[in-house]
Nanobody, 124 residues
Framework: QVQLVESGGDLVQPGGSLRLSCEAS????????VAWFRQAPGKEREGVSC?????YYADSVKGRFTISRDNLKNTAYLDMNNLKPEDTAIYYC????????????????????WGQGTQVTVSS
């Protein structure tokens, strides 16, 4: 079955950086929208970014996070810089169903496949 495996989450100090990876198996990311979501404790899951060739970001991460995709490695990435305590959350990658992110990219129902998540904690 299709698997998305996130990695790279860690405990980092405010202002620090992390790179999250999302490796797909039995599904080619190329040609499909791939997105990152996050869920903080006690909060709803929210969209962080989406890539389909074009790129979309949540306002809260613009200028700090960068999404990318390596088709040869079948892996998506989320580079996170200048991390803030409010970035603390479980981060999930998602893909499938739609080839384009579109203006509805942060709607969870647009994605068929989800990873198990990776924990990012920003704290001093």
């Amino acid at each position: 079955q299709v698997q998305l495996v996130e990695s790279g989450g860690d405990l980092v100090q405010p202002g620090g950086s992390l790179r999250l990876s999302c490796e797909a198996s039995r599904f080619a990311l190329d040609g499909y929208a791939v997105a990152w979501f996050r869920q903080a404790p006690g909060k709803e899951r929210e969209g962080v970014s989406c890539f389909d060739g074009l790129i979309y970001y949540a306002d809260s991460v613009k200028g700090r996070f960068t999404i990318s995709r390596d088709n040869l490695k079948n892996t998506a990435y989320l580079d996170m810089n200048n991390l803030k305590p409010e970035d603390t959350a479980i981060y999930y990658c998602a893909t499938g169903t739609n080839r384009a992110c579109s203006r509805l990219w942060n709607s969870q129902g647009r994605y068929r496949y989800w990873g198990q998540g990776t924990q990012v904690t920003v704290s001093s």
